[in-house]
T-cell receptor
Framework: SAVISQKPSRDICQRGTSLTIQCQVD?????MFWYRQQPGQSLTLIAT?????????ESGFVIDKFPISRPNLTFSTLTVSNMSPEDSSIYLC?????????????FGSGTRLTVV | GQQVMQIPQYQHVQEGEDFTTYCNSS?????IQWYKQRPGGHPVFLIQ?????EVKKQKRLTFQFGEAKKNSSLHITATQTTDVGTYFC??????????FGPGTRLSVLP
């Protein structure tokens, strides 16, 4: 299964600023997803990052707030823009390949964001 | 939209006791996956179930998919301290994305 490097692992940011989170995968993958997980809670899908096209956002998430780039099949970034304390959460990228029935979806180690 | 529920929310067991978490979907699923997330870690894939009534085993873990493909269960026999974590089910329907349940947090007392 794929191996993901996600950076940064954690950050403390001032409100009103932006943070870009990076995910690098060791192999080419078609599907890449971005999730938010508040402490002790489940995972909520933010968007699906598609290579060569705009990301597809879930209800409640908009491109202006969470712009996503997917320049190639091994890399994606998620930016959390104009941050407020409510954006404090863990952000995870996830990838799936053709063997998702065997390997499932692989998650990055997460970015723990605190907005002050 | 599709909703996935899990019970219980928390479970505290003595080491050696069995543990079961149940997952229920508001709609019929194409397949279901189970993940384990250790404290401070990220979700790790355990298994996928596809067929109605399917049962799969991984050592002390037994996974079952209901006949109607709307519910699933994960049973751990003789829990160990290494089983500590949150267990998530994620339900999938064709053309949609996986929807994660709220998880069951398992603590194992030595």
């Amino acid at each position: 299964s794929a191996v993901i490097s996600q950076k940064p692992s954690r950050d403390i940011c001032q409100r009103g600023t932006s943070l870009t989170i990076q995910c690098q995968v060791d192999s080419q993958v078609t599907m890449m997803f971005w999730y938010r997980q508040q402490p002790g809670q489940s995972l909520t899908l933010i968007a699906t990052a598609n290579q060569g096209s705009e990301a597809t956002y879930e209800s409640g998430f908009v491109i202006d707030k969470f712009p996503i780039s997917r320049p190639n099949l091994t890399f994606s970034t998620l930016t959390v823009s104009n941050m407020s304390p409510e954006d404090s959460s863990i952000y995870l990228c996830s990838v799936g390949d053709t063997d998702t029935d065997v390997y499932g979806y692989t998650f990055g180690s997460g970015t723990r964001l605190t907005v002050v | 939209g599709q909703q996935v529920m899990q019970i219980p929310q928390y479970q505290h067991v003595q080491e050696g006791e069995d543990f079961t978490t149940y997952c229920n979907s508001s709609t019929t699923l194409s397949n279901i996956q189970w993940y384990k997330q250790r404290p401070g870690g990220h979700p790790v894939f355990l298994i996928q179930l596809v067929k109605s009534g399917e049962v799969k085993k991984q050592k002390r873990l037994t996974f079952q998919f209901g006949e109607a493909k709307k519910n699933s269960s994960l049973h751990i026999t003789a829990t160990q301290t290494t089983d500590v974590g949150t267990y998530f089910c994620a339900g999938y329907n064709y053309g949609q994305n996986f929807v994660f349940g709220p998880g069951t947090r398992l603590s194992v007392l030595p």
